[in-house]
């Protein structure tokens, strides 16, 4: 995993990452800074919010099939384990349902246990602990 990765990944956004982001950057003006792709351990997050430990998910239609659903139960396990709260979208949900999935979000920010601290670049913590 790199940071080379991440760039392509960024790169490379479906159409459901880029509407997200552009959702996600209004947020700013709260004080909440979201990153994309970012590397938290073994793993690579859609969207993070380090200040509220929130991370957002935006799942396909290959997130159906059961290795994948396995994969992701161990993944966020991992990320609650380092206490961030796992938000999983749809694709659909996000291209069809903008204002409901706003909503949503506002609602996991709202409920953070960790609302708007100083950001403290705590991912490299995560990066060696897998």
């Not at 396909?60 to 994948?68: A, F, I, V, Y």
Request: hydrophobic share 30%.
């Amino acid at each position: 995993m790199s940071k080379k990765r991440a760039r392509e990944l960024r790169q490379n956004a479906t159409p459901p990452e880029k509407e997200m982001w552009k959702m996600l950057r209004t947020l700013r003006a709260d004080g909440f800074h979201f990153r994309r792709q970012v590397q938290l351990g073994p793993y690579y997050a859609d969207f993070v919010c380090h200040s509220a430990k929130l991370v957002i998910e935006i799942d396909g239609d290959t997130h159906g099939s059961p290795e994948q659903m396995e994969f992701d139960r161990k993944r966020d396990r991992f990320l609650q384990r380092y206490g961030y709260t796992v938000l999983r979208l749809t694709n659909a949900e996000v291209m069809k349902n903008m204002e409901g999935v706003f909503d949503v979000v506002q609602n996991a920010l709202a409920s953070s246990p960790h609302p708007n601290p100083p950001h403290d670049g705590g991912g490299s913590r995560m990066r060696n602990n897998k």
